[in-house]
């Protein structure tokens, strides 16, 4: 059984930071492509940064320079850094696994929140 389980969200001032963790189990970490995904208030879930299995990165134009997604192989544990946060960051933010992009799995999600 997949499980991805989020954590670190909150709530920020705008131009803090904040780190969000996500771990894994049930699948061969290392062969699989991790995501940060979000979904604002009233929007659809949008991609925010993905890291494959070989450790290349992509990030939504909005968070690059902002954010940083890493990946810890021997700890199943897929991270997101944000810093400069913003009141347009805030929403519910989802680990996500898969061969491609989006993958099949999805965790809970953690809320961020951002205030003025």
């Known amino acids: 059984q997949v499980q991805l389980v989020e954590s670190g969200g909150g709530s920020v001032q705008a131009g803090g930071s904040l780190g969000l963790s996500c771990a894994a189990s049930g699948i061969i970490f290392d062969l699989y492509h991790m995501g940060w995904y979000r979904q604002g208030p009233g929007k659809q879930r949008d991609l925010v940064a993905v890291?494959?299995?070989?450790?290349?990165?992509m990030y939504a134009d909005a968070v690059k320079g902002r954010f940083t997604i890493s990946r810890e192989n021997g700890k199943n544990r897929v991270y997101l850094q944000m810093k400069s946060l913003k009141p347009e960051d805030i929403g519910v933010y989802y680990c996500?696994?898969?061969?491609?992009?989006?993958?099949?799995?999805w965790g809970q999600g953690t809320q961020v929140t951002v205030s003025l």
């Open positions: 890291i494959t299995s070989r450790g290349s990165t």
């Open positions: 996500n696994a898969g061969h491609n992009t989006p993958g099949p799995y």
